[in-house]
C-alpha cells in the first residue's frame, strides 16, 4: 500500500508538468468551464503545496496557465513582449524546481563536497564539478539555488493563494454586503493596511521557534491580505452597481450565484494580477525572513543560503558566488512576475499601453 | 478639518489594535510565555530578569487575562515598554531610543528622497510619453523594485566597498573619531557613512512611486482642463506642475500610507546588511538574542512612527486638496 502511494506521487512528479502544460489550455478552451478550473487551479496549487514541496511548483503551472488563457483570447498576452519574457523566465524556474532532485548533482544540505569556500570551477582538484562554487562548510551552492527554488515557489504559490482567497473573501463580502459589515471590514482591513507587514511578521515569526516553510506560509497569508482585500472591495462596488448585476437581481438569481457568476468572472484580471502581486511578495518577504535568520537554517532555501553567507562572513572572503546566485535568483522570479502583471495590465488597461499598434 | 478628526480617530483604533495583537501574542502561545523565553536562554538569564519580565508582561500570578490588559496598558502609558534580555538590566525604551535617532535621519530622509525623485521622474515620464525616461527609467526603477532590498544592499556592500573601497563597511560613524555633533569631522563621518545605505534605499524604493505618479499624470493629462490650459497658450511647465502634477499628485500621497510600512520593511533589513546602529541592527541582534520584549518593543515604536508619519501626509493632503477641508 505504501509503495503504491510513493510510486503514484513520483508519477504525479514526473508527469505534472507535460500534464500541466497540455490539459490546462484544453480545459480553459472550454468558456463555461474557465471560471471552475481557475478556482479549482488555486486550490490544486495551495493544497499541493502542503502535500510536500516537489508537487509544489505545479501551483505556479496552473498560475501560468490560468495567466495565459484567461482573456479568452489565449495570444493576446503573447502579443505583449514584457509577458512573454515574464512568462520564459517564470517557466525556466517552475522546470527546474520541477525537477530539482534531478538537476541537482548533491545534496543541497551535505558538507564537505569541496573545499570551504572554493570558487566556481567546472572541476576542483578532486574531479568534483562545483558551478556556483561552496559555502564555508562545502555545500555545493548550485545544488542549494536548485532545490532552494522549490521552496521559494512553493511558498510563494502556496501563501499567495490563500492570500488571494483571503481577499476574495473578505473584498467581496465588504464590498457586496455594504453597510455596517463594509464599515467593520474596511476599518480591519485600513488597519492591517497600515501596520508595517514585515515587522509584524519578524515578531509573529520571532515567538514560533525555528519556523518551517508551513508556519512561514501561515503567518504570511494572514498579515498581508489587506491590499488586495481593499482593491478587489472597491471593484465589487463597481460591479455591484452595474447594470447587469441589476438585471441579474431582478431576474431572481440568488446572492451566490451573483457574487460567483456575474462579479467575479468580471474581475479575473484584477484578481490574477493581486495574485500575482501576493506572490511576490511573499517570495521576497521569505527571503527575508531566512535572511535575518528567522527560518529553520537547516532547510534549503534562497534567503537560507544568504542567510549563511552572511553568518560565514563571506563578504570579507570574497566568496561573492555564495550570495550572487541565490539573490539573482529571487530577483529574477521577482522580475518575471513583475512582467506578467505590466502585460496583464496594459492588455485590461489600453491608455497605459505604450507599444501601441504592436500589442494590438 | 473633520477628516483629519477621523484620520486621527482611525490611527489611535490602529495603534490600540497594534498594542493589542503585541499583549496577546504571546499568550497565543502554548505554554508559558516566560518559561518558554527563560528555557532559550537556557538559564544564562540573571534571575532577576525572571521577575522583571513577569511585571513587564503582565503575567502576574493569580491576576485574570483582564486585569494583566490592564496593567501592561498601564506600563505602557508610562513608557515602560519592560528590560531588554540581552542587555539586562537596561530597559527596552533606552535601548530603542539609542538607536531611533540613526534609524529616523537614515529612513526618513531616503524616503523623502525616493518619494521626491519618484513622483518628479514620474511626472517627467508621463509627460514625455514613450521618451527615454518612460521606455528605459521606468522599467529599470520598477524592476528595482522587484528585487530584495537586502540583495541589492549587499552588492552594494560588497562591490563598492569591499572591493573597490570607496564607502566604508560598517557602522554609521568612524569609530576613532569621538561622537560629538559639534565637530565637522563627525559629522562628515556621518554622511559619509549614511551615503550608501540611503542609495540602495532610493533605489529600491522610488520605482513605485514613479509608477504611480506616471499612471496618475496620463489620467489627468487626458482632462479637459489641460488641452483648455494647452489651448490658452500656457507654457508647457505651468500645465504640467501646476496644472497636472497638482492634481495626479493626490492619489500618490493617499497611497504614502500603504507604502511607507512596506519602505520602512525593506529599509531596516538595508540596515542589517550595512550593521547601521539604528532600529532595524537592534531589531536583528533582538531576533537573534531571543529577546522578545526587545523585539516588540521595536514593532510597537515602528508602528507608532509608521502612524505619525501618515498623520503628517494626511494633513499635507487637506492642505493641497480643498475638497478635503
Redesign the interface.
Known sequence: MKDLVTGLISLIEILQFPLGIVITPLILRHKEYTRWVWVAGAAAGGALAYLGHTAAPIGGIFLLMVVWFYLLNPFSLLQNRKAVLGIVILTMFIVVAVFADQIAPYDPQQMGTGAPHGPPTWEDQRGNMHIFGTGRTGKDIFSQTVVGARTSLAVGFGAGTIIITLCIIIGITAGYVGGFVDEALS?FT??F????????I???A????RPGPTTIVLVLSFTSWA?GARVLRSQTLVLRNSEFVAAARVSGESTWRIVLFEILPNMTSLVVSSWIGAV?FVI?TE??LA????GNPSATSWGGT?YWA?NDQA??T?A?WT??PP?AC??LV??S??LIN?GIDEITNP??R?EGAKAK | MRFLIRRFLFYLAAGFFAITVNFFLPRMMVGDPVQIMFGRFQGRLDPRAYDALRAAFGFVEGESTWEQYVTYLTNLSQGDLGMSLSNFPVPVSEVISASLMWTIRLIGLATIMAFVIGIGLGILAAWKRGKFIDNFVLPVASILGAFPYFWIAMLALYYLAFTAGWFPITHAYDVAIRPDWSSNKFVLSVVYHALLPMATIVLTAFGGWMLGMRNNMIGVLAEDYIVMAQAKGLSDWRVMLVYAARNAILPSLTGFAMALGFVIGGALVVEIVFAYPGIGYTLLNAVNGRDYPLMQGIFLMITLAVLVANFIADVIYVLLDPRAR
Open positions: 476599518l485600513n488597519i493596511l497600515i501596520i508595517p507587514g514585515l515587522p509584524l519578524i515578531v509573529v520571532g515567538w514560533v521557534s491590499w511576490v521576497l527571503a527575508t535572511y535575518i535568520g528567522l544568504l552572511r563578504l570579507i570574497h561573492w550570495f550572487v539573490g529571487i530577483a521577482g522580475l512576475l513583475t505590466y491608455r497605459l505604450t
